[in-house]
């Protein structure tokens, strides 16, 4: 099983700031991997696939980049609702799996 | 509206059986696979399983397989997830995704159900 490491596990960020995330994979994934965003009590939504295309709807703030084993998912400038748990997820291979979450918080 | 809607939440006893829902509306069900992924209270997204409806392929996470089942109904556009004997440890939400079987049209798991939250305590 592809073990999906994020780090931090929580940012504590200001609305404007730049953030960056990360995803480490256990082996390479290619650029088969996902992010999602949670909110609370809801379910998530895909912000980025395929490492670095963005889903529909999602503006343009929103970046993914990285290959193999290392993601990093770009936020330019946080607005309030980008305030979130953040998940990378692998389709590499069976079984696929999700990442622990990075929660991102208001400072 | 392309949507999946799930049943209703849901309350049960150790040992007893349970079956959710999960029916697709407003696209072409058999264009693409369903996705079942847990999350126990507090804590993170876990996949579970996928089911191509087209064909009927179930892929299991073995962390899962034994435990449950994945089908799908095509007349009724709907998939489901079932316990023979649930176990308090199945406390959580599930979630159905989808995802497009084809390379072309793939966009990560880009509808989800509202989620149905179980219950499992005696």
């Known amino acids: 099983e592809i073990v999906l490491t994020q780090s931090p596990g929580t940012l504590s960020l200001s609305p404007g700031e730049r953030v960056a995330l990360s995803c480490r994979a256990s082996?390479?994934?290619?650029?088969?991997l996902a992010w999602y965003q949670q909110k609370p009590g809801q379910a998530p939504t895909v912000v980025i696939y395929?490492?670095?295309k963005r889903a529909t709807g999602i503006p343009a703030r929103f970046s993914g980049s990285g290959s193999g084993t290392e993601f990093i998912l770009t936020i330019s400038s946080l607005e309030p609702e980008d305030f979130a748990v953040y998940y990378c997820q692998q389709r590499s291979n069976w079984p696929w799996t999700f990442g622990q979450g990075t929660k991102v918080e208001i400072k | 509206e392309v949507q999946l809607v799930q049943s209703g939440a849901e309350v049960k006893k150790p040992g007893e059986s349970l079956r959710i829902s999960c029916e697709g509306s407003?696209?072409?069900?058999?264009?693409?696979?369903i996705n079942w992924v847990r999350q126990m209270p507090g804590k993170g997204l876990e996949w579970m399983g996928t089911?191509?409806?087209?064909?009927?392929?179930?892929n299991y996470n073995p962390s899962f397989q034994g435990h449950l089942t994945i089908s799908v109904d095509k007349s009724s556009n709907t998939a489901y997830l079932q316990w023979s004997s649930l176990k308090a440890s199945d406390t959580a939400i599930y979630y159905c995704?989808?995802?497009?079987?084809?390379?072309?049209?793939?966009?990560?798991?880009?509808?989800w159900g509202q989620g149905t939250t179980v219950t499992v305590s005696s």
């Open positions: 407003g696209y072409s069900f058999p264009s693409y696979w």
């Open positions: 089911i191509d409806p087209s064909e009927s392929y179930i």
């Open positions: 395929d490492a670095s």
């Open positions: 082996q390479s994934v290619s650029n088969y």
């Open positions: 995704a989808r995802h497009c079987g084809s390379h072309v049209c793939y966009e990560g798991f880009d509808v």
